[in-house]
């Protein structure tokens, strides 16, 4: 594979029906171009919990995946209320999901360090008002 491949997809906010999708999309595709389970699993969880992030708190955003022969890399991109203190977003079980999304099963504050556990770099820049921008990279 000499050109990356790039896979991109719009991900709506407060649509829990399609939460999911892209990564789905993403398991799809990778198994199609013959990548190890384990790169597989760790991608799909990665970019499934950027996914419902993105649905929970931003009111959606934009998802791209970028196939090299090096890396996969997946880029989170949402214009919402941003992310007041990374440090303490990335502690396990941290979250601001009000109790209506509790109750459908989300917001358990595992998303960011999952996130993170599942993939060998994550940048996360974010200005409050403005938006969230995460990049994050499994090595292959």
């Known amino acids: ?5 790039i896979f991109r997809f719009e991900v709506l906010g407060n649509d ?3 939460a999911g999708q892209a990564s789905v999309q993403v398991k799809k595709n990778l198994r199609q171009l013959g990548f190890d389970s384990e790169i597989i699993r760790r991608v799909s969880i990665a970019m499934y919990e950027g996914e419902i992030n993105m649905v929970i708190h931003a009111g ?4 791209e995946v970028i196939v090299s022969e090096e890396y996969i890399e997946i880029i ?7 992310i007041k203190d990374i440090e303490q977003a990335m502690q396990a079980g941290y979250s601001t999901a009000s109790d209506t999304i509790r ?3 989300f917001g358990a504050g595992m998303g960011l360090p999952n996130m ?6 994550m940048e996360i820049t974010s200005t409050i008002g403005v938006g969230t921008r995460i990049v994050m990279r499994v090595l292959l």
């Open 103 to 105: 109750s459908l099963g």
């Open 16 to 18: 829990f029906t399609s």
């Open 116 to 121: 993170k556990k599942n993939t060998d770099t």
């Open 1 to 5: 594979m000499s050109d990356n491949l």
């Open 76 to 82: 989170l991109e949402d214009t919402g209320p941003g």
């Open 60 to 63: 959606g955003g934009v998802a």
